[in-house]
């Protein structure tokens, strides 16, 4: 707002000088244009800020409108339909490019997986690695391919339910600001304290909690500012053991994390092996995915090649 002191002062002058030509005015005006910016400038700064905001927030009212209309829709189309997964999931042919860009994000992705393995994933940023996880997920769409659950097609239909198995795992966590049990049976609103204790047992928690002097009833803090950066995954795998997710991904969850406490974490990862659940692990550090039974290298959207950990630690060294 500097600029309109300057102004107003420069057009007093002009005025002052060229029209009453009088030294005197000039002074008098500049006085009172002074003592006016100086009540009015902090409101003019408010006012401006407030319309920065406005526009910056008018792409999200935009979006907002946008998803009120697909909502409507959706809630005409039962999204619930159970889809059975006993056996394998299956990427077949999965392609994706981003609206109006002209370079695919994923190009022609095919691989099988079967229930219970532990699958990781390596590459460059931007390789494609998390938009492959979020057509998983269901966040994406992909552009051509599909995705097969024991044979059959995942279907919008499907989405509600398909998204009930799976559990979500990223770099950072959302807390609340209650307790452990409540971060962990999140959104619930009766707590089975026996799923609880199971899956914070499941995700290496109980020697934590159990040294803490209100157990599970101790605070978390504003967004878990009282818990360490492996603490908080730990929260965050549990939260997905609570639900019973059958597939669990992990976007990265070490990789803002000391070498220590990604140790930790890995370890809780790797507990989870003997649980017949599916695990898919985008890795920043390749010793996270030590007990993978494969790990595929996506380089440009396409698969680079296949590795066990061993032939991978040897290709990277």
């Not at 204790?197 to 290496?204: E, L, T, V, Y």
Request: proline share 2%; net charge negative; hydrophobic share 40%.
């Amino acid at each position: 707002m500097n600029w309109l002191q300057y102004l107003g002062i420069v057009v007093i002058f002009i005025y002052a000088i060229f029209i009453e030509g009088g030294q005197q005015d000039v002074i008098m005006m500049v006085g009172a244009f002074a003592a006016a910016a100086y009540r009015l400038m902090p409101s003019l700064n408010r006012i401006m800020n407030a319309v920065m905001q406005v526009t910056k927030n008018q792409v999200a009212i935009e979006n907002l409108n946008e998803y009120n209309e697909l909502y409507v829709k959706q809630k005409e189309m039962d999204r619930n339909v159970p889809i059975a997964f006993e056996n394998t999931i299956e990427f077949q042919n999965i392609s994706f490019t981003f609206p109006k860009s002209h370079e695919p994000v994923l190009k022609s992705i095919s691989f099988k997986v079967k229930k219970g393995e532990k699958i990781g994933f390596v590459g460059s940023s931007g390789s494609g690695k998390t938009t492959l996880m979020n057509i998983l997920l269901r966040f994406f769409d992909e552009n051509s391919g599909q995705i097969l659950v024991d044979g059959k097609p995942l279907k919008e239909e499907n989405l509600e339910y398909w998204r009930g198995l799976i559990g979500y795992v990223k770099q950072d966590i959302f807390m609340i600001d209650s307790n452990i049990k409540e971060n962990v049976a999140f959104g619930e609103e009766t707590i089975n304290n026996d799923l609880l204790n199971a899956a914070i047992k499941q995700a290496s928690l109980n020697e934590f909690v159990g040294n803490l002097p209100k157990g599970v009833e101790s605070e978390v803090g504003e967004r878990g500012s009282r818990l360490s950066g492996g603490q908080k995954q730990r929260i965050g795998i549990a939260r997905s053991l609570y639900r019973n997710a059958q597939i669990l991904v992990f976007d990265e969850a070490t990789s803002a994390l000391d070498t220590q406490t990604e140790r930790e974490v890995s370890e809780a990862i790797d507990s989870l092996s003997d649980t017949n659940k599916t695990i898919f692990i985008i890795a920043h550090r390749v010793t996270t995915l030590k007990n993978c039974d494969r790990i595929y290298e996506l380089k440009n959207g396409e698969i680079a090649g296949v590795y066990s950990y061993s032939e991978l630690i040897e290709k990277v060294i």
